[in-house]
């Protein structure tokens, strides 16, 4: 949103230039911190992936809601007709599921700026908040934006009724969790972080440290890639968790 007096940039070409040429893209950054332009294609293309995704997700929720319902003591008590309420539920579009995209949106966002904002502590480099959090929000738009569609259209090609539960959905794009289909549920979402576009945007995170922080090379795509590594744990240890609560 804010740029420095002395510099006008075009928010659109920015974004543009993340995805053609990286590099020149955080020069201008850093020059002119511009981010409105990023998020709002960044939730265009969110809500045009998840509505591609509808048909899987709800399909994969009902699935995944009428396992638990027989396999889970957690649910137990439930009444035959409260049961069935709860599986007609998950085949219903959550009225709140676009917001959820801003949501997770944002989140994701301020994670990566306050990572990358240590990673130049630790780097002594020379990028502020400021800077950082409008890099990655244009990051958001490869990773996130086009990395929803791209599941979108994998979804819709492979068809609603091949998507069982959550994890046939995050695990969808192509990454490392292709070469081992059939692990455990936290082994094949740390897997599946290694997808195309998590890649894409260590690559991106590298180069923003490197460029419009002024790190060293060799640091920006080291403290990138443990970036991605923490990410993937994160993700794998929250699915661990479920499962082993019954819920995943």
């Known amino acids: 949103m804010e740029t420095s007096p002395a510099v006008k940039a075009s928010g659109l070409s920015t974004v543009v230039n993340t995805v053609a040429a990286p590099s020149e893209a955080f020069e201008t950054l850093r ?55 709860a599986i007609d539920r998950a085949k219903k579009p959550s009225p709140w599921g676009y917001l959820f995209v801003v949501f997770t949106l944002f989140i994701v966002a301020v994670l990566n700026t306050l990572m990358t904002l240590i990673g130049n502590a630790i780097g002594k480099g020379q990028a502020d908040f400021k800077r950082l959090w409008a890099g990655s929000m244009n990051i958001a738009v490869p990773t996130l934006g086009l990395g929803a569609i791209v599941l979108g259209i994998i979804t819709t090609l492979r068809g609603a009724d091949s998507f069982s539960n959550s994890i046939d959905i995050a695990t969808a794009t192509p990454s490392l969790a292709y070469i081992m289909p059939h692990g455990s549920p936290g082994l094949t979402v740390f897997l599946a972080g290694f997808s195309i576009f998590t890649i894409w945007g260590l690559f991106l995170n590298a180069t923003m440290l490197r460029v419009m922080a002024k790190t060293s090379a060799r640091f920006a795509y080291t403290y990138a890639a443990l970036i991605t590594v923490l990410g993937a744990l994160l993700a794998a240890g929250l699915v661990a968790v479920a499962h082993n609560a019954g819920f995943a």
């Open 31 to 85: 020059a002119a911190p511009t981010w409105g332009w990023a998020c709002l294609i960044a939730i265009i293309l969110l809500a045009i992936g998840t509505y591609l995704q509808g048909p899987a997700t709800l399909h994969a929720g009902a699935a995944q809601t009428q396992h638990m319902m027989a396999t889970s003591s957690l649910f137990a008590n439930l009444t035959p007709a409260q049961k069935t309420a």
